[in-house]
C-alpha cells in the first residue's frame, strides 16, 4: 500500500478514516447551520415545512438511488465498469424526481408544500449525482477526494443557502441555492478527478471496452442493486415515519422543532457515519478474501469505538443538553430538554446498529437487508401512530428507541449467520 502522500495510490485505514470523519462532519455541520439560520430567522412552522419537504423527498430519492456507492465501494472483484454505474444513477435521478413530484402534487396539491418538495429533491438529485462519483474515489480508497468535495460544496451551498434567505425571507430560491452550489461543485471538482482517475486505470479501461452500453449489464446491476435501493428507502421511512406522524397529529411546528433537535443528535453519529465508510471496503476484501478472523478483529475494535461514543452522547444530553439548546436555538427548544435526552439514546444505539449494517454490506448481503428494514418501518408506523397522538414529540422518540432496538439484533444476528455461513463453504 502506498503511502497517503502519493498521489494516486491508496491511503492507509486511518487515513482514509480521518477524511472521511472530517469532509462528512465540516458538511454536515454546514447543513445544520441552514437548520440554525431558519430556526434563528424563521419561524418553526417554516423549519418545519424545510424538514417536510427533506422527509418526502428522502425515501423516494434513496429507492431510486439503489444504493449504488455503496455496491461499488464494495465492488472489490470490479464486476461492473464505472460507466453502468454511472449509467444506472442517470436512470434513477430522472426516476426519483418524477415520483417526487407525483407525491408531492398528490398529498398537497392545494399548498406550497409540494413547492418545497420539488425543490428539496433537487438539492438531493445534485448529490445523487456526486454520490457516485464518489462511490468511485472510495473504492479506490481515497476519501480525500470525496472530503475535499464535502467541504468546498458545505461552505458554498451554506454561504448560498444563508444569503438568499437573508435577502428574501423565502425557502423556496434559497434552496435551490443549494442544489446549484452542489452543481457547480460537481462541474468544477469531482468530475475533472473522476476522469483523472479513470485515465490511469487500465483495470477499469478493460472493463469499459467489454461493455460498452450494454442494456444487460445495466440491468444486471439493477437487478444486484434494487434490494439495497428498497432497503434504503425503508431506512429513510424508518427515520421519516416519525416525523410524518409529528406533522400529521401536531403540524409543522411541532416537526419543525423536532427536526432541529435530531439533526444536532444526528451530528454526534457521524463519527459512526465516516467510520463506517472508511472501514467498509477493507470489511470487503477481508471477507471476499475469506480472512474471517481479520474481519471479526477490525468489527469488534469498531463496534468497541462506537459504543464508548454512544454512551458520551448520552452523558452529555444528559447534563448539558437544556443550556446546550438554548444558546445554539432558543428557549423554545431548550424546554424539549428532555427529548435531546431520548433522542440521544436512539442515536447511541443506530450507531452500532450502523456498523453491524456496514458489515453485511460488505458481506454482499443485499435482499435480507430489504426484509429486516421492511421489519423496521412496520413496527415503527405502528408504535409511532400509537404514541405520538397521545405523548407528542417523546412519543416520536420512544418509537424510535424500540425499534432500533429491535433493529440492531436483527443485523448483529445477519451478521453472525452470515459469517458461520461462510467459513462452513469455505474451500479447504
Same mark, same amino acid.
Given at each position: 500500500m502506498t503511502s497517503s502522500g502519493q498521489t494516486g495510490g491508496l491511503l492507509s485505514l486511518k487515513a482514509n478514516f480521518s477524511w472521511?470523519? @472530517?469532509?462528512?462532519?465540516?458538511?454536515?455541520?454546514?447543513?445544520? /447551520?441552514?437548520?440554525?439560520?431558519?430556526?434563528?430567522?424563521?419561524?418553526?412552522? /417554516?423549519?418545519?415545512?424545510?424538514?417536510?419537504?427533506?422527509?418526502?423527498?428522502?425515501?423516494? #430519492?434513496?429507492?431510486?438511488?439503489?444504493?449504488?456507492?455503496?455496491?461499488?465501494?464494495?465492488?472489490?472483484?470490479?464486476?461492473?465498469?464505472?460507466?453502468?454505474?454511472?449509467?444506472?444513477?442517470?436512470?434513477?435521478?430522472?426516476?426519483?424526481?418524477?415520483?417526487?413530484? +407525483?407525491?408531492?402534487?398528490? /398529498?398537497?396539491?392545494?399548498?406550497?408544500?409540494? +413547492?418545497?418538495?420539488?425543490?428539496?429533491?433537487?438539492?438531493?438529485?445534485?448529490?445523487?449525482?456526486?454520490?457516485?462519483?464518489?462511490?468511485?474515489?472510495?473504492?479506490?480508497?481515497? #476519501?480525500?477526494?470525496?472530503?475535499?468535495?464535502?467541504?468546498?460544496?458545505?461552505?458554498?451551498?451554506?454561504?448560498?443557502?444563508?444569503?438568499?434567505?437573508?435577502?428574501?425571507?423565502?425557502?423556496?430560491?434559497? +434552496?435551490?441555492?443549494?442544489?446549484?452550489?452542489?452543481?457547480l461543485v460537481f462541474a468544477i471538482l469531482d468530475l475533472p478527478a473522476v476522469v483523472r482517475i479513470l485515465r490511469d486505470d487500465r483495470a477499469d479501461a478493460k472493463k469499459e471496452a467489454s461493455e460498452p452500453d450494454d442494456p444487460g449489464r445495466l440491468s444486471s446491476l439493477a437487478k444486484l442493486t434494487l434490494p439495497m435501493g428498497v432497503a434504503m428507502a425503508l431506512s429513510s421511512l424508518y427515520v421519516n415515519v416519525p416525523r410524518y406522524a409529528v406533522e400529521h397529529f401536531h403540524?409543522?411546528?411541532?416537526?419543525?422543532? @423536532?427536526? *432541529?433537535?435530531?439533526?444536532?443528535? *444526528?451530528?454526534?453519529?457521524?463519527?459512526?457515519?465516516?467510520?463506517?465508510?472508511?472501514?467498509?471496503?477493507?470489511?470487503?476484501?477481508?471477507?471476499?478474501?475469506?480472512?474471517?478472523?481479520? @474481519?471479526?478483529?477490525?468489527?469488534?475494535?469498531?463496534?468497541?469505538?462506537?459504543?464508548?461514543?454512544?454512551?458520551?452522547? /448520552?452523558?452529555?444530553?444528559?447534563?448539558?443538553?437544556?443550556?446546550?439548546?438554548?444558546?445554539?436555538?432558543?428557549?423554545?427548544y431548550a424546554r424539549e430538554s428532555s427529548l435531546f435526552v431520548w433522542l440521544m439514546l436512539v442515536t447511541a444505539l443506530s450507531m452500532c446498529g450502523n456498523i453491524f449494517g456496514a458489515a453485511v454490506t460488505a458481506m454482499r448481503l443485499f435482499r435480507v437487508q430489504a426484509i429486516a428494514h421492511t421489519i423496521g418501518v412496520i413496527l415503527i408506523s405502528a408504535l409511532s401512530f400509537a404514541l405520538v397522538d397521545r405523548h407528542g414529540l417523546q412519543g416520536a422518540a420512544w418509537a424510535m428507541l424500540a425499534t432500533t432496538a429491535v433493529m440492531v439484533c436483527v443485523y448483529a444476528s445477519l451478521v453472525r449467520r452470515g459469517l458461520r455461513a461462510a467459513v462452513e463453504t469455505r474451500p479447504q
Open positions: 472521511t470523519f @472530517f469532509g462528512n462532519a465540516f458538511y454536515a455541520a454546514c447543513k445544520w /447551520i441552514n437548520v440554525l439560520v431558519l430556526a434563528k430567522l424563521a419561524t418553526t412552522d /417554516i423549519l418545519g415545512r424545510y424538514a417536510l419537504g427533506l422527509a418526502v423527498s428522502a425515501p423516494i #430519492m434513496m429507492l431510486t438511488d439503489l444504493q449504488l456507492r455503496t455496491v461499488q465501494a464494495t465492488d472489490a472483484r470490479r464486476d461492473f465498469a464505472f460507466a453502468t454505474y454511472l449509467r444506472l444513477r442517470l436512470v434513477g435521478i430522472l426516476l426519483g424526481l418524477s415520483g417526487v413530484s +407525483v407525491v408531492a402534487l398528490t /398529498i398537497y396539491p392545494d399548498s406550497g408544500a409540494a +413547492v418545497i418538495i420539488a425543490a428539496v429533491a433537487l438539492v438531493k438529485a445534485a448529490e445523487s449525482l456526486a454520490d457516485v462519483f464518489y462511490g468511485l474515489f472510495q473504492q479506490r480508497e481515497r #476519501m480525500d477526494r470525496v472530503a475535499r468535495s464535502l467541504i468546498v460544496k458545505g461552505i458554498l451551498s451554506t454561504a448560498a443557502f444563508a444569503a438568499m434567505f437573508y435577502e428574501t425571507g423565502r425557502l423556496f430560491p434559497s +434552496v435551490l441555492a443549494i442544489a446549484a452550489s452542489y452543481l403540524g409543522t411546528g411541532a416537526l419543525g422543532i @423536532f427536526s *432541529a433537535l435530531a439533526y444536532l443528535v *444526528a451530528l454526534a453519529s457521524l463519527f459512526v457515519s465516516s467510520l463506517g465508510q472508511a472501514v467498509s471496503p477493507r470489511l470487503s476484501q477481508y471477507f471476499a478474501s475469506n480472512n474471517f478472523d481479520a @474481519f471479526r478483529s477490525l468489527l469488534r475494535r469498531v463496534l468497541a469505538i462506537v459504543m464508548a461514543l454512544g454512551l458520551s452522547g /448520552i452523558l452529555v444530553a444528559a447534563v448539558f443538553g437544556e443550556s446546550l439548546l438554548a444558546a445554539l436555538y432558543n428557549e423554545a
